[in-house]
Structures are given as structure tokens and as C-alpha cells.
């Protein structure tokens, strides 16, 4: 799949199994740098493999890739594990490092948002670490205002819930709503 979304000669396609070195390069570099992630032990290349399968099972995951290499890569994955929840997702989103705010975390999520629709998803959720008052070197606002410009909005704040690097961060909640919210929607359906 492919998707003239603006980002000059950016393609975004399903990810496949095969990418799992590439995106485990990516993801490695913001537990190993960044408080982006509250992980702080980057996974191996199985271990990734292992979690895109999972996912892939039902929901949505594409990459970026810009002349033949990937530098982007979204999912969503579960909100809840209980059956009310079904219409709401998590959303993951990452860049190669250089590449921020160029378009292609937006063209990710573009298609992403498209594909979780067709399955009849309602509600995108984002889970995003924080600084307490002020960025740092491991962290800052860039998550925030990127889905903000995607059409999120704050919907939940946990204070100093998360340390690392000897740091303690805030975690906010950010939600979209894509679909309608009718009393007795189809359940939604594997992504194809």
C-alpha cells in the first residue's frame, strides 16, 4: 500500500516481519537516549519480531520507507483487554532519528487513521511521556504538539509517573475520535 500523503519520495506500505531489524534500529535509539520510551532495556531483534506479529494478528502496522529504507514506523495495538474497549486502539508512532518533523510521522499516522476506520475502530489513543516543567536532553514537548497537530487532545494527565535517567517524567493521554459513536456498533474487524 502506498499513499501520496506529502512527503516527497516517502512510500508508506504494511510493515512486514522482514523490517524487524530496521525498526528495532529505530525504536533501540529512543529507549537507549530518550525518555520517549519509559522501557529501558531496547528489545532484541526476535523480541521485536515477536511483538509486530502480535500485533499484526488484527490491527495495523505500516513503515516509511524513503529510497528503499525504512524511517518511520506506526501500530496501533489494544487499549484495554476487556470487550467494551474494542473500539478504542493504542497508537505508537516513530521516526528515524534526523527525520522528526519532516512529514513522515504525519503521513504514518494518516494511514494508520485510514486503516483503523475501515475496521470500525472509534477512538485513537496515544500514551505520551512529559516533562514535569521544562524539556531536557532526554525529553520534550515534541510528542505532545505532533499529535496535537494531528487532531488529538489532552484527555488525562499522571503526574511523576515514570523515571528514567534518574529523572522522574509526566504521561498524558491524548485521544482522537474517528468514527461515530452509535449504541450498538459492528465489532470491528481484523485489519486486512
Known amino acids: ?21 530496521e525498526l528495532t534500529e529505530i525504536y533501540s535509539y529512543y529507549v537507549n537516549n530518550t525518555a520517549i520510551t519509559f522501557e529501558d532495556e531496547a528489545p532484541d531483534v526476535r523480541a521485536f519480531e515477536g511483538r509486530m506479529r502480535e500485533i499484526m ?22 487499549f484495554k483487554n476487556r470487550s467494551a474497549y474494542d473500539w478504542a486502539v493504542e497508537t505508537t508512532v516513530y521516526v528515524k532519528r534526523g527525520a522528526a518533523r519532516s ?13 483503523l ?9 496515544a500514551c505520551i511521556a512529559c516533562p514535569v516543567k521544562e524539556a531536557d536532553e532526554y525529553l520534550d514537548f515534541g510528542s505532545v504538539q505532533f499529535h496535537k497537530k494531528c ?40 485489519c486486512i
Open 1 to 21: 500500500m502506498s499513499r501520496g500523503i506529502g512527503v516527497d519520495g516517502v512510500k508508506i506500505r504494511r510493515a512486514r516481519l522482514s523490517d524487524a531489524t
Open 57 to 78: 494478528s488484527f490491527y495495523p502496522y505500516f513503515v516509511a520507507e524513503d529510497g528503499g529504507a525504512v524511517v518511520g514506523f506506526c501500530y496501533a495495538g489494544t
Open 103 to 115: 512529514g513522515i510521522g504525519g503521513a504514518l499516522y494518516s494511514a494508520l487513521e485510514g486503516a
Open 117 to 125: 476506520a475501515a475496521q470500525g475502530i472509534k477512538n485513537m489513543y
Open 151 to 190: 487532531g488529538f487532545t489532552v484527555c488525562g494527565t499522571f503526574e511523576l509517573c515514570g523515571n528514567k535517567f534518574g529523572r522522574w517524567y509526566n504521561m498524558v493521554w491524548m485521544q482522537k475520535f474517528i468514527g461515530s459513536h452509535e449504541d450498538f456498533p459492528a465489532r470491528p474487524l481484523p
